[in-house]
């Protein structure tokens, strides 16, 4: 059995059988070096999104895609095929999103109760129900092709494991030895904790698949999907960013509830999700981001 990155027996695995070296350690999980500044942005888009505010939302949207695409570069010749198709995902993934909300942004009218802000009360460009559909349908095709490159990725892996099985070959050694005291504990046996922690990228694709085609209860359900994997990690691997991740994720279960049950009949969803990211806003912002030459740890944020 040959292994070509991570596309076989095991998620995440590198062909030396190490996990990536391009990640901070962050208690027992491996985080990407600006996974912490993407995540703000993501954060920054949202709030700014849900609150209805372009001149905050837009910008992060875009610094959102710029440094998800850097970092993407900067650790490509030394990621796994997991972690490369993950990551890949996730950029297709904030595209999308990005392009819905500019859609929404640009042509949806806003004569619901729950969308009347003093700084929004019509949409920038003109109200047109066509033209904001076409936004959603390209939406929807981005996060379909990421769901789709996903599905094919774990067909693959899954077909070659199970060949593995059936030819009575066991885990390489060099695998094998990642799995305990010399190496990151794999998931389940199988996944690393690097793509474990992007595993959520799938599912969450599917809830806002469900969320452009006003499915409430499926949205949600997939909400609840990600909320688990991400408790999983908070419980696995500990530290802050996790607890914010979860409160993103709850945020937009309140912001899909707002939109789809209560059909933006009243304000308060809107408010109570910006108020959520905001403080996961402020807990990722006190992350360290890196150690100085001094074993000092940055915020990414710094206070004067």
């Not at 998620?11 to 500044?37: D, F, R």
């Not at 440094?67 to 904030?94: C, F, N, P, Q, Y």
């Not at 049950?261 to 969803?269: F, G, H, I, R, S």
Request: glycine residues 8%; charged residues 15%; aromatic residues 12%.
């Amino acid at each position: 059995l040959k292994y070509h990155g991570s596309a076989c027996f095991c998620l995440g695995i590198s062909s030396e059988g190490n996990p990536s070296p391009n990640c901070e350690v962050m208690g027992s999980a491996y985080v990407p070096p600006l996974h912490n500044v993407s995540f703000l942005c993501w954060l920054a888009k949202d709030a700014g999104w849900v609150l209805l505010c372009p001149l905050l939302s837009v910008p992060a949207g875009i610094a959102a895609v710029l440094v998800e695409v850097t970092d993407m570069i900067k650790r490509w010749d030394s990621e796994t095929l997991a972690e490369k198709v993950h990551g890949l995902v996730v950029v297709v993934w904030l595209v999308g999103n990005a392009v819905w909300m500019a859609a929404e942004f640009s042509y949806l009218p806003s004569p619901q109760k729950g969308r009347r802000l003093p700084w929004n009360d019509a949409p920038y460009l003109e109200s047109s129900e066509p033209l904001y559909t076409a936004g959603v349908h390209v939406s929807q095709g981005l996060f379909t092709s990421g769901v789709v490159l996903l599905l094919a990725f774990y067909a693959r892996s899954g077909l070659s494991r199970w060949r593995s099985r059936e030819g009575n070959e066991l885990v390489p050694a060099e695998v094998a030895a990642t799995d305990g005291a010399t190496g990151p504990q794999l998931v389940w046996g199988f996944i690393t904790p690097e793509v474990y922690q992007l595993l959520f990228i799938g599912p969450w694709l599917m809830k806002d698949i469900f969320w452009t085609i006003d499915s409430l209860l499926p949205a949600l359900v997939c909400a609840v999907i990600v909320a688990f994997l991400i408790t999983d990690c908070l419980r696995r691997f500990g530290g802050p960013l996790f607890l914010a991740e979860l409160l993103w994720v709850i945020a937009n279960a309140t912001w899909i509830f707002g939109e789809l049950a209560l059909q933006d009949t009243a304000l308060w969803p809107r408010l109570f999700t910006g108020a959520l990211l905001a403080v996961a806003f402020l807990i990722t912002s006190t992350i360290p981001s890196k150690q100085n030459g001094a074993g000092e740890e940055t915020p990414i944020v710094t206070r004067p």
